[in-house]
């Protein structure tokens, strides 16, 4: 009888042994995966929609190494609507690199940064030497504790109060809704001519873990204080942060529309994120007064986001109109940016400048600039002066009211507040 019969155990054990000897050398011949990357000069590209604009800046950088001169390195943080955000940046970069009339005397080198884990990123971008940090908003509290830990100056475009080394470029939350409610004021509203004492009602998301909806629902009551308006009823509530969150919302602006019409409310304040607009306009649009009752909705900056998209709500038989105050607004964008934008992204939409997202990103980066060159009193941005007071807080900034259509189309309608000079 051959040995293997008489010794079937030992002939199971050298087979189990071979495979796993085999199983671990394919184990060690697998490429490892690569290390994420938090920063980059544009030669990562976080995603093909940032391919191209990623791109110029990787090009641009180069050309900003190559010259020997010295630089600047500024980082920009790629959000929820980077393309935008760097298309900004870079076109900051660009005008800065190339002066009309007179070489540089400081460059710009641009790094891009992502934002999902706030202590390597700030690790990697103090190896960077980076002097600024642009492009943090209000969810982007964690990142922004980290880079003052490692004292990085930061340019925000959100409320991220109480943090060392941050510039805003942009209004507080609580300025865009008394913004909003000067609007009000002047009773723009031709569809909806607002009586003596308007009456207003709140709705509102819950989700403590969403600053923005908190905020703008926090300085409404604020906004209100002392001025000719009425808080009716007690508003409708939802909550963004519940598993079920889709189905309260409806029940939320249900409850809304039904409250608006037992209460003959003319303003409803929508204090919640762009996401959960659009449900909230459709029920809205449904109320059971739409044909008789004119409505104004008013809202925060996160609107902007909605540019572009179709069917927000059926506008045949809603009467009502949207509102919302915006960050920044191509209504008052210079010339010579426009004109700048144009040429370097030809292929752009013709809407890309209409959310605000570009501007702010690029005024953002020449207030970095200007704080890292320590003259920070005025930036002349793309969309007018910024006027910053010693704590490099922007002084009585314009904000701009932006009308909202059910196809997304947005429309300039004005500004509210002060329009200063610095």
């Not at 071979?18 to 011949?29: H, K, Q, S, T, W």
């Not at 490892?32 to 641009?60: I, M």
């Not at 992502?114 to 030497?129: E, F, I, R, V």
């Not at 039904?258 to 762009?274: E, I, K, L, P, Q």
Request: with cysteine; glycine share 10%.
């Amino acid at each position: 009888m051959p040995w293997w019969r008489r010794h079937p155990r030992l002939i199971v054990t050298l087979f189990v042994i071979v495979l796993a000897a085999a199983g671990g050398v394919a184990y060690a011949l697998q490429p490892s995966p690569p290390p994420p990357v938090y920063v980059t000069d544009g030669a990562h590209v976080f995603n093909k929609n940032l391919r191209s604009v990623e791109n110029l800046v990787h090009e641009q950088n180069n050309w900003v190494t190559s010259t020997k001169k010295p630089y600047l390195s500024i980082a920009v943080v790629v959000g929820p609507n980077g393309r935008h955000a760097i298309e900004g940046a870079y076109l900051a970069q660009y005008e800065i690199n190339h002066p009309a009339g007179a070489p540089a005397t400081k460059l710009v080198r641009l790094l891009l940064t992502d934002d999902s884990a706030a202590q390597p990123t700030a690790a990697a971008l103090a190896g960077q030497h980076v002097v600024a940090v642009t492009g943090l908003g209000s969810g982007d509290a964690d990142l922004a504790h980290a880079l003052a830990g490692r004292h990085i100056a930061m340019v925000g475009t959100g409320d991220l109060a109480g943090i060392s080394g941050l510039v805003r470029v942009t209004p507080s939350y609580p300025d865009e809704v008394l913004a909003a409610i000067r609007f009000l004021d002047g009773n723009p509203d031709p569809h909806n001519r607002l009586p003596a004492r308007p009456r207003m009602w709140l709705m509102q998301d819950e989700n403590d873990s969403d600053g923005y909806a908190i905020a703008l629902g926090d300085a409404y009551a604020l906004a209100l204080h002392s001025r000719n308006f009425q808080i009716v009823g007690p508003g409708s509530e939802y909550d963004s942060g519940v598993p079920a969150a889709a189905t309260v919302l409806a029940a939320s602006a249900t409850a809304g529309g039904d409250g608006v019409c037992r209460s003959h409310v003319n303003v409803v304040y929508f204090a919640g994120t762009a996401a959960a607009l659009p449900a909230t306009l459709s029920r809205l649009a449904t109320r059971s007064c739409a044909r008789t009752r004119p409505l104004t909705v008013l809202t925060g900056s996160d609107a902007a986001s909605l540019l572009g998209h179709t069917d927000l709500w059926s506008p045949a038989s809603a009467n009502m109109d949207v509102y919302f105050t915006a960050q920044a607004s191509p209504g008052r964008l210079s010339g010579q940016s426009a004109d700048g934008f144009r040429r370097v992204f030809p292929k752009e939409a013709a809407d890309a400048l209409d959310d605000g997202v570009a501007i702010v990103s690029h005024d953002a980066v020449l207030t970095a600039v200007a704080a890292a060159r320590g003259v920070l009193t005025t930036v002349h941005g793309a969309s007018g002066d910024l006027c910053f007071d010693k704590a490099g807080d922007p002084v009585d900034r314009p904000i701009p009211i932006v009308q909202l259509s059910a196809s997304g189309v947005l429309t300039y309608r004005g500004v509210a507040g002060p329009v200063t000079r610095c």
